[in-house]
């Protein structure tokens, strides 16, 4: 009706005469006899005009006239425009307000008459009556739910907060080639994870991330022989607990603090608790650093990513997006925070001071590019180390190359990752670190890489396969020899089942050889089930 009207006023606005409009029309807007004499002027002969039903009958309009359209539609449609008595509709002559006046009203006429009749109106009140008990329990529900979303709002949670949580449910297996496993305990464990997340908004932007989190998974390392370290075998959803402990005994700690705020085109991150490179954004380019499972996968580059403590860590980062395909992170990481034995030991900024405990910290920074659609990418990492260790996560001599004392790295990490078709992505990574012992000349190389294919939607929508292949962190050389080991070659394989959009099953199994990097060590095999519940 909108559009009608709309035409229907462009006409007559457009329309240089509305003529012959029939003579009681114009007498209805109170015109004199003198007026009404004007217009019968216009009518030669004394012909009587009367109205066209189309706008064929008018002789002096053509299809080709600009204001056609909105003519055809004043005449066949609404049939309130009428021509001269001799069929033509004059429309190059100026227009005399009275013929304006009288067109305007019969074209009104017609709107009101369009737009609710009498009939009209007796219809829909008798639709009313009909319908009265229908819409009274309309109506009632409607207050229902009015109330029902009060009562929400009286007693939600929070109007800035939202609660995510994840549960994991491990049972995986450790063997041993050459029977180092731990008889008393067994070889099987069946835990858990649970994890909640507290996401809260001030802005819609921004991010206050709260985390806490429980677990009793045992790590593989635990149950083999004591002096067999295989820690890229880890796990990726066992870690440590808290720090110093194996896991938290299902006893909840906090896991997480930060907050995340924009910028302009840079996010920035601060955080005191649980904060690790990938939470301002630097994180390996390969697809395996989502549903990985072992460390070994997820972080290809040992001296720039991963960090095996989870709560004692805080820092402070940043992610710059420079363009749509150039992004660069970088960050400060310090491991002493949960450190406050001693005076400015703990926090972001928290050093030890000299002689009563060792400082450890990261500063690293990466550059990452993708291409528009991501189907490829590749980062390039760095990150300078200063502490207890020379990487997070391999071999024992990867750890500590000349044993329990302290070290400062150079760490190279080069990711990348291809999604050669909807159905196979390409992974790959490739880091080294060089290693200095503190107050003395001993340095050492260390050096880890990973290779991998996962089939994304295979067999049905939201499964994935995964094969990968990987050297763990290995001292490769070192100024003293005997600090050189062999490495662990490892093969894992994993099929993700999502049996629903929250609840997914993963069977799976890790082999590597020569155990913490020892010939002798023998090769050890670690099945798996995962079991993740989201919400």
């Not at 189309?54 to 004043?74: F, G, N, R």
């Not at 790590?219 to 002096?227: A, D, K, M």
């Not at 994180?283 to 070994?296: H, I």
């Not at 820092?315 to 400015?344: L, P």
Request: charge should be neutral; hydrophobic fraction near 35%; include cysteine.
């Amino acid at each position: 009706m909108r559009l009608s009207m709309k035409r229907l006023f462009s006409a007559l606005l457009l329309a240089p005469a509305i003529a012959g409009v029939a003579a009681g029309a114009a007498n209805a807007n109170g015109l004199s006899t003198e007026q009404l004499q004007k217009i019968d002027a216009v009518t030669p002969n004394g012909i009587t005009s009367g109205q066209i039903t189309s706008i064929t009958e008018l002789s002096d309009v053509k299809p080709t006239d600009w204001a056609y359209q909105a003519l055809q539609s004043l005449v066949e449609r609404y049939g309130c425009i009428v021509g001269y008595p001799d069929r033509t509709y004059r429309g190059s002559r100026p227009l005399p307000r009275y013929e304006f006046a009288a067109g305007l009203n019969a074209c009104l006429d017609k709107v009101i008459e369009f737009a609710a009749s009498k009939e009209d109106l007796d219809t829909l009140k008798r639709l009313t009556e009909e319908f009265q008990a229908e819409l009274a329990t309309l109506r009632g529900r409607v207050d229902s739910l009015e109330a029902h979303v009060k009562e929400l709002e009286a007693t939600r949670f929070s109007t800035t907060t939202k609660l995510q949580g994840e549960v994991i449910f491990s049972l995986d297996a450790v063997a041993n080639t050459a029977g180092n496993e731990r008889n008393q305990d067994g070889a099987v464990s069946f835990g858990n994870r649970v994890s909640l997340n507290l996401n809260t908004s001030f802005t819609g932007k921004d991010l206050l991330l709260t985390r806490l989190r429980a677990r009793n998974i045992e790590t593989i390392q635990q149950r083999l022989s004591p002096g067999f370290n295989p820690s890229g075998s880890r796990l990726d959803y066992d870690g440590t607990g808290s720090p110093g402990v194996p896991n938290s005994a299902n006893t909840f700690f906090l896991d997480k603090l930060l907050y995340r705020f924009p910028v302009g085109d840079v996010s920035f991150t601060v955080g005191t608790a649980g904060v690790q490179p990938q939470d301002y954004g630097l994180s390996d380019a390969t697809f395996f650093s989502g549903p990985a499972n072992t460390k070994a996968f997820k972080y290809v580059g040992a001296g720039v990513y991963a960090d095996t403590r989870d709560a004692d860590t805080a820092g402070v980062g940043f992610n710059w997006k420079a363009s749509k395909n150039f992004s660069f992170q970088a960050g400060y990481i310090n491991r002493n925070s949960a450190d406050v034995s001693t005076v400015n030991s703990g926090g972001v900024f928290g050093f030890t001071p000299t002689g009563t405990g060792t400082n450890s910290w990261d500063v690293n920074a990466q550059v990452k590019y993708q291409t528009d659609n991501n189907k490829f990418r590749v980062a390039l990492a760095y990150a300078l180390r200063n502490g207890r260790y020379a990487t997070d996560f391999g071999t024992t001599n990867a750890f500590q190359p000349f044993g329990a004392t302290n070290y400062n790295s150079n760490n190279l990490a080069l990711s990348l990752g291809w999604a050669i078709s909807d159905a196979v992505t390409l992974s790959a990574g490739y880091g080294i670190g060089f290693v200095n012992e503190q107050g003395t000349n001993q340095n050492a190389t260390v050096q880890n890489y990973a290779i991998g294919l996962t089939f994304p939607n295979l067999f049905a929508d939201g499964n994935e396969f995964g094969v990968a292949a990987d050297q763990q962190p290995w001292v490769s050389s070192a100024s003293n020899r005997s600090s050189e080991d062999t490495g662990s070659f490892g093969v894992e394989t994993y099929y993700k089942i999502q049996v629903t959009d929250n609840i997914s099953i993963t069977p799976g199994t890790y082999v590597f050889n020569n155990t913490n990097g020892q010939q002798n060590g023998g090769t050890t095999y670690v099945p798996f089930l995962k079991t993740v519940f989201r919400f």
